[in-house]
């Protein structure tokens, strides 16, 4: 076997690595934004207890998964806010579920105008791999 062959084997085999493991990144991203999506929808739904059942819900969830981050008052809030920003819009929903979660806090804070928002989250997606990782 040449070593060209075998440099191109290797290279193609590294390809395939790498695709995998972008796609599993994606993956995991696209699941984390749609659990805090959930569980935004469920606090929502509970507001009527106040600002102390945010907080009870972030301690219960931090006791059960110590070693999980995002389960702060703060995020959950935040959870909520994301929930009740998109709920009515499937569309929204698909593109918000491929930036993290960052990305969609700082893009609903920062732009109230959906349209304007629109275009800066496909652009945050097309540009330097932020979408892709």
């Known amino acids: 076997m ?3 062959d075998f440099k191109k084997i290797i290279g193609n085999i590294k390809e395939e ?3 995998a ?4 990144m994606q993956q995991v991203n696209s699941n984390l934004i749609m659990l805090y999506f959930r569980l ?3 606090v929502s739904e509970n507001k009527k207890y106040g600002n102390n059942f945010t907080k009870q819900v972030s301690i219960e969830l931090k006791l059960t998964f110590p070693n999980m981050k995002g389960f702060s008052e ?7 806010l994301f929930y009740e920003e998109y709920k009515d ?5 698909q593109l918000v ?3 993290p979660w960052g990305h969609n806090l700082l893009l609903i804070e920062k732009i109230k105008d959906k349209n304007i928002r629109k275009i800066y ?3 945050t997606i097309k540009m330097d791999g932020v979408g892709t990782f």
């Not at 703060?74 to 909520?80: E, G, K, Q, V």
């Open 2 to 4: 040449l070593e060209e």
């Open 17 to 19: 690595i790498l695709n």
């Open 21 to 24: 493991q972008i796609k599993t």
């Open 40 to 42: 935004g929808k469920i």
């Open 74 to 80: 703060r995020n959950i809030r935040s959870m909520r």
């Open 89 to 93: 819009d499937k569309i929204w929903q």
């Open 97 to 99: 579920a491929k930036l």
């Open 121 to 123: 989250a496909e652009n």
